[in-house]
């Protein structure tokens, strides 16, 4: 470390002062002067030492804030980037479901829209064949009821064609009993007589 020069008049000549003559001095003076010198030199380095290490750790000091700071700085920008990416992500995910639900819904919009067109052609088609039925069964009812009136008819003159049958049979049933027993009655009347 380079010490400020002492100030003017303290230990230096001014350059305005006459010519400075170094005072004879003695031997030991002159050693003592010397240890003196050497002593304060001494101090001199280890304070300048001292000073240079303490600049060094200044020094360390700031670059590892610096390295600190630096990885702080990194760091906030690569979360920054990852939100940045999160939200890009995020977004396209929500655009690509927006479209998604878009066709989907399209695509039920349009199934609906097809069963609606086919369940009114079936009831087209249902009411022409109902029309129909109805049409053909007003059309038979007439000749359904005229069989049926001429089958009862016919079943009305058989029945009463059994039924003369039977009056006849039994007619002539009981005619012919009632001459049997006739018979017999003249039978027994002339065994009387003979008798």
Avoid: C, W
């Amino acid at each position: 470390m380079n010490q400020p020069p002492p100030p003017i008049g303290f230990g230096t000549p001014d350059s305005n002062d006459p010519p400075y003559e170094q005072p004879v001095v003695s031997n030991a003076k002159a050693e003592q002067m010397a240890i003196l010198d050497a002593e304060a030199r001494t101090r001199r380095e280890r304070n300048e030492a001292e000073y240079r290490q303490q600049v060094d750790r200044g020094l360390q000091a700031d670059q590892n804030r610096q390295l600190i700071l630096g990885t702080i700085v990194r760091d906030a920008e690569a979360d920054r980037a990852a939100d940045e990416k999160k939200r890009m992500q995020e977004r396209a995910k929500r655009d690509e479901d927006r479209v998604k639900q878009k066709k989907e819904r399209e695509k039920d919009r349009q199934e609906v829209a097809q069963a609606l067109e086919r369940a009114k052609e079936n009831a087209k088609k249902e009411r022409a064949a109902f029309e129909k039925t109805l049409a053909d069964d007003e059309a038979n009812s007439g000749q359904r009821i005229n069989a049926q009136k001429k089958e009862t008819e016919r079943l009305v003159t058989q029945q009463e064609e059994m039924n003369a049958e039977n009056r006849r049979k039994r007619d002539e049933e009981r005619a012919a009993g009632q001459a049997q027993h006739d018979r017999e009655m003249a039978e027994e009347q002339k065994a009387l007589v003979k008798n």
